[in-house]
């Protein structure tokens, strides 16, 4: 099939979705962010820093709005392309990955992704390939509109790396962010993704990521909400064979009026897969959080931790775990829990010489503080930072 005839099947199939919402969180009239927008797009570095994305690293890419795009990989073993690129000098290959986990007629963001997306990454980590620095890749809005990226990453064979995202927007802009990640770790690799998102009080927010593990492959993933966004609602998926593994964790914090819908859904697919889905949700002033997390297994085990602070009579949260065990050979758990800061918790650190909002912001960083396994010293700085920042946010 030739290339455009592939692109022009994928085009009319999401077509059929334009109005078609998603499954959750709050529907937003895309029509509004399809106008014309004036004005140049510019990268603002210090918001960028904001979110943690280091522009000197030796592989990293780029975006702003959708215009401006910078990418480079000085660093052996690792391929960093635009999308467009990919798919025009590679067009089978792209056949077996471009819009392969994600459904471009899932919704109607999705579709409007692929009708008016520009943009997105291309990453390859070749055969066993082991990376210390995280790759860096930015998506910034500077003028607002639409930004609908597409990201494939494909690590190979006993690759190891890690993929840092830092996602924000300028201060005034109106803005619509559809990204679309699709994510394939090959046998025994390694790809730890970290996401930071920083967005402002009219933004509306709509991930789609879905990931692909083989056997003895291992997905980490880190996702940190800390902007007053409108809207926001993503639900990844992953999918796991043979002794494949994922840890995927969300530290969502509410502010204003913010809504917030994430989720999750792990299919153990293979004899000795394993899944953990984590969150941890801070609700503020008049925000409202629900986290969702779901396991299906045929096989290995699965175990789901959800919990929330109340830190606002006015914030909601709610949290929906689910389970689906489909044979007797799968073993699922979780628990949850939704509370408010214990005050003989604040007073003992009071009485130990802290301020009162010194011991609350040593509860809430304790609070998200999480426990991964197997993030490289230098990663580790990075999600020190952003719980610093988060903490600091929350009070």
Request: aromatic share 8%; glycine share 8%.
């Amino acid at each position: 099939m030739a290339l455009e005839n592939w692109l022009e099947k994928i085009r009319e199939r999401a077509k059929s979705a334009l109005s078609k919402p998603a499954l959750y969180g709050l529907d937003v009239d895309i029509s509004e962010y399809l106008k014309p927008v004036s004005g140049e797009s510019k990268l603002d570095t210090e918001r960028v820093s904001e979110v943690g994305v280091d522009l000197s690293a030796k592989a990293y890419y780029t975006q702003v709005d959708q215009a401006y795009f910078r990418y480079l990989s000085k660093i052996p073993g690792v391929e960093v392309k635009r999308i467009e690129e990919f798919i025009e000098e590679n067009p089978d290959e792209a056949r077996e990955y471009v819009w392969k986990l994600i459904d471009p007629a899932m919704d109607k963001y999705t579709a409007i992704a692929t009708l008016k997306g520009l943009g997105g990454y291309f990453v390859r980590v070749k055969e066993n390939t082991r990376i210390e620095d995280p790759i860096m890749t930015c998506l910034f809005m500077s003028i607002g509109g639409l930004q609908a990226p597409h990201n494939i990453a494909i690590i190979e064979k006993g690759a190891d790396v890690t993929i840092y995202t830092g996602c924000t927007i300028a201060p005034e802009s109106f803005g619509l962010h559809v990204g679309i990640t699709e994510y394939y770790v090959e046998d025994e690799a390694t790809l730890r993704y970290i996401m930071v998102h920083s967005w402002n009080r009219v933004s509306h927010v709509r991930p789609r990521t879905a990931v692909w593990i083989k056997p003895g492959g291992k997905y980490i993933s880190y996702y940190v909400s800390i902007g007053r966004v409108k809207t926001l609602q993503t639900y990844p998926v992953i999918y796991l064979e043979k002794n494949a593994y994922t840890y995927t964790a969300s530290i969502l914090l509410g502010l204003e009026n913010s809504i917030l819908d994430v989720g999750g859904l792990a299919y153990l697919l293979g004899e000795g897969s394993a899944a953990e889905i984590i969150s941890r949700s801070l609700g503020k002033d008049f925000s409202r959080i629900t986290t969702r997390a779901r396991i299906v297994g045929k096989s290995g085990k699965g175990h789901i931790d959800c919990r929330g602070l109340l830190l606002s009579e006015n914030s909601v949260i709610e949290t929906i775990p689910e389970l689906l065990a489909e044979t007797p050979n799968v073993i699922l758990t979780h628990e949850a829990s939704i509370g408010k800061i214990a005050e003989d918790e604040i007073n003992y650190l009071i009485s130990r010489g802290f301020t009162r909002e010194e011991a609350v912001g040593i509860i809430i960083r304790g609070f998200i503080s999480l426990d991964i396994k197997g993030i490289p010293e230098r990663v580790k700085k990075h999600i020190e930072t952003i719980e610093r920042i988060t903490a600091e946010k929350a009070l």
